[in-house]
């Protein structure tokens, strides 16, 4: 599988942005997927996942009830709806693929990842 994140730009406060991720590859319907983002002099950290069907989904407690994950299995697309968005929201955005074993919150889980796309929020 390969990801290509775009979607990312400069928003103000309380404003929302959608990011996409596209994969290409057969396995992409059967695997978890997940966002994770990085701000400047901070480690990775985990977003949201979203399983296979779409069923599942998590979220880190800082975006839980403002981000929503979701998936199109027939377009090999992987969302993030970001609302109500924060200074802290600031970071390079990364989608990545589970590994199929392991936590779904650490990073070292996910074995194939994109290229990230930058979020910037003014306040």
């Known amino acids: 599988v390969q990801l290509q994140a775009s979607g990312g730009g400069l928003v103000q406060a309380g404003g929302s942005l959608r990011l996409s991720c596209a994969a290409s590859?057969?396995?992409?319907?059967?695997?978890?997927m997940g966002w994770f983002r990085q701000a400047p002099g901070k480690e990775r950290e985990f977003v949201a996942t979203i399983n296979w069907s779409g069923g599942r989904t998590y979220y880190a407690d800082s975006v839980k009830g403002r981000f929503t994950i979701s998936r199109d299995n027939d377009k090999n697309m992987v969302y993030l709806q970001m609302n109500s968005l924060k200074p802290e929201d600031t970071a390079v955005y990364f989608c990545a693929v589970h590994s199929g074993s392991g936590s779904y919150y650490y990073d070292y889980e996910y074995d194939v990842w994109g290229q990230g796309t930058q979020v910037t929020v003014s306040s």
């Open positions: 590859g057969h396995t992409f319907s059967s695997s978890r």
